[in-house]
């Protein structure tokens, strides 16, 4: 059975950092990708930034420059630095099998998901 769960939320202030963490397990080979999304109150679900067993990653581009996604074996970090109000949301950790040459941001591309952890950022 396949698992996720993700860490690491909080509050900070505008232009502060937080780093969010979040561990898989259950699955049979390292031939899976990762992802970030993040919902806000009344948004639809978006994808933050994901990553292949290879390392390759894909940026949506409010956070270009600002977060910074990374993996190691069955652990994924993003690395969230000067943060802004709009940032705010519940963060969610998504995986899935398969191989992708850009790791996709669209949840529907993703069926494992955690619970999400919460960041809020005040002004």
């Known amino acids: 059975q396949i698992s996720v769960m993700e860490s690491g939320g909080g509050s900070v202030q505008a232009g502060g950092s937080l780093r969010l963490s979040c561990v898989v397990s259950?699955?049979?080979?390292?031939?899976?990708?990762m992802g970030w999304f993040r919902q806000a109150p009344g948004k639809e679900r978006e994808g933050v930034a994901s990553i292949t067993n290879y390392d390759t990653t894909t940026y949506a581009d409010p956070v270009k420059g600002r977060f910074t996604v990374s993996r190691d074996n069955a652990q994924m970090y993003l690395e969230m630095r000067n943060l802004k109000p709009e940032d705010t949301a519940m963060y969610y950790c998504a995986a899935d099998v398969g191989y992708w040459r850009a790791p996709p941001l669209s949840a529907s591309d993703y069926i494992y998901w955690g619970q999400g952890t919460q960041v809020t950022v005040s002004s």
């Open positions: 259950g699955f049979t080979s390292g031939n899976y990708y």
